[in-house]
T-cell receptor, first 114, second 113 residues
Framework: GAVVSQHPSWVICKSGTSVKIECRSLDFQATTMFWYRQFPKQSLMLMATSNEGSKATYEQGVEKDKFLINHASLTLSTLTVTSAHPEDSSFYIC??????????FGDGTRLSIL | DQQVKQNSPSLSVQEGRISILNCDYTNSMFDYFLWYKKYPAEGPTFLISISSIKDKNEDGRFTVFLNKSAKHLSLHIVPSQPGDSAVYFCAATTTSGTYKYIFGTGTRLKVLA
């Protein structure tokens, strides 16, 4: 079946560092990818919709300058958390839409900012 | 405003019995609903979906029921197995537009051997 690969799976870094997370669709092309954030014991909250070749669409309350999204190809979207602080620590998950059926999710990235 | 709600944060069921997970939504524009299963530190795995033109969809041990008038859907797992223990999320979307999902808060299912 369709597979979405997310890398890295775990990042620990110092406050002020920028962190890049990659999301790849391995066996299908995805014009649209989605980035979610999950806090402990909470739902997956959609952060933004990543559109290949155009600007991402951010949900209300998500800082565009803090969470930079680039969707440079039909198989790769990246989320960069800029100047990360402890409050950015969370579990970030991407998904890709193969146009038919359900979105496929990556295994997530646990980000810990010290 | 929580458009998709799962009011039971946890559920325990004996192995072999039926597990029923519930989900309510408020947005009448939603026309496609999905259930995902999630283990800790992993991404959600798709289980089953249902379009608003149907009221039931079945796939093996999993059946999803949709009651549009009540804006309610449920996932039935029968028979329940210990490997089913996970967090289950329902999600809703509109098939027009960007097709983005709105997730419920999840229900942690524990199947007891």
């Amino acid at each position: 079946g369709a597979v979405v690969s997310q890398h890295p799976s775990w990042v620990i870094c110092k406050s002020g560092t920028s962190v890049k997370i990659e999301c790849r669709s391995l066996d299908f092309q995805a014009t649209t990818m989605f980035w979610y954030r999950q806090f402990p014991k909470q739902s997956l909250m959609l952060m933004a919709t990543s559109n290949e070749g155009s600007k991402a669409t951010y949900e209300q309350g998500v800082e565009k300058d803090k969470f930079l999204i680039n969707h440079a190809s039909l198989t790769l979207s990246t989320l960069t958390v800029t100047s990360a602080h402890p409050e950015d620590s969370s579990f970030y998950i991407c998904s890709a839409d193969p146009l038919l059926g359900a979105q496929h999710f990556g295994d997530g990235t646990r980000l810990s900012i010290l | 405003d929580q458009q998709v709600k799962q009011n039971s944060p946890s559920l325990s069921v004996q192995e072999g019995r039926i597990s029923i997970l519930n989900c309510d939504y408020t947005n009448s524009m939603f026309d496609y609903f999905l259930w995902y299963k999630k283990y800790p530190a992993e991404g959600p795995t798709f289980l089953i979906s249902i379009s608003s033109i149907k009221d039931k969809n079945e796939d093996g041990r999993f059946t999803v029921f949709l009651n549009k008038s009540a804006k309610h859907l449920s996932l039935h797992i029968v028979p329940s197995q210990p490997g089913d223990s996970a967090v289950y999320f329902c999600a809703a979307t509109t098939t027009s537009g960007t097709y983005k999902y709105i997730f419920g808060t999840g229900t942690r299912l524990k199947v007891l051997a």
